[in-house]
T-cell receptor, first 114, second 114 residues
Framework: AQKITQTQPGMFVQEKEAVTLDCTYD???????LFWYKQPSSGEMIFLIY??????QNATEGRYSLNFQKARKSANLVISASQLGDSAMYFC???????????FGKGTKLSVKP | DAGITQSPRHKVTETGTPVTLRCHQT?????MYWYRQDPGHGLRLIHY???????DKGEVSDGYSVSRSKTEDFLLTLESATSSQTSVYFC?????????????FGEGSRLTVL
């Protein structure tokens, strides 16, 4: 069975500093995709970044990067130069299996302090 | 940007009443999903569809049914609502092929069962 684990229920970071949100996963699939979503207090789900299981380079999207360590089954999100607008819930997710359904971790609430 | 709308956005109902949530997309994406979001659980998959009249169960399908008679509409029905089904419901569509496509989410439907 597939599983996503986010061990940090909440985190604080000072504005302009970098922060790492942890995510570990478990799957027996060889092909899978890893995703991060942001959910601000307004409630919408915003796609941030994607990493394929066969991608050798870590994914980057602007201030977001995904630290992918396949052997350790981890897919941590790194946000550089945090901004007040980064305060939100962050969800790690994985697609795999025969139907490629997306399963989510329980999320990490990030608070950015001025 | 993918066009996806959910209706109603907010609903309050009483235990034992039937409820139908509608998800409408404008771009003929094949895969559609219904998730529920509850505090401490992240998003959990209820049902999904991989084509007209092709649906399957997700992780938390008990008490829910779905129908997809047209590509653009995916309906979620609670035959007899219970208080445990108070939640925020998200519809999503898959934007890519296989494991490389992220899911694009609707704005959510907040359901309260009294």
């Amino acid at each position: 069975a597939q599983k996503i684990t986010q061990t940090q229920p909440g985190m604080f970071v000072q504005e302009k500093e970098a922060v790492t949100l942890d995510c570990t996963y478990d799957t027996s699939d060889q092909s899978y995709g890893l995703f991060w979503y942001k959910q601000p207090s307004s409630g919408e789900m915003i796609f941030l970044i994607y990493q394929g299981s066969y991608d050798e380079q870590n994914a980057t999207e602007g201030r977001y990067s995904l630290n992918f360590q396949k052997a350790r089954k981890s897919a941590n999100l790194v946000i550089s130069a945090s901004q007040l607008g980064d305060s939100a819930m962050y969800f790690c997710a994985m697609r795999g299996g025969s139907q490629g359904n997306l399963i989510f971790g329980k999320g990490t609430k990030l608070s950015v302090k001025p | 940007d993918a066009g996806i709308t959910q209706s109603p956005r907010h609903k309050v109902t009483e235990t034992g009443t039937p409820v139908t949530l509608r998800c409408h997309q404008t771009e003929n994406h094949r895969y559609m999903y219904w998730y529920r979001q509850d505090p401490g659980h992240g998003l959990r998959l209820i049902h999904y569809s991989y084509g007209v009249k092709d649906t399957d169960k997700g992780e938390v399908s008990d008490g829910y049914s779905v129908s997809r008679s047209k590509t653009e509409d995916f309906l979620l029905t609670l035959e007899s609502a219970t208080s445990s089904q108070t939640s925020v419901y998200f519809c999503a569509i898959s934007l890519g092929q296989g494991f490389t496509g992220e899911l694009f989410f609707g704005e959510g439907s907040r359901l309260t069962v009294l």
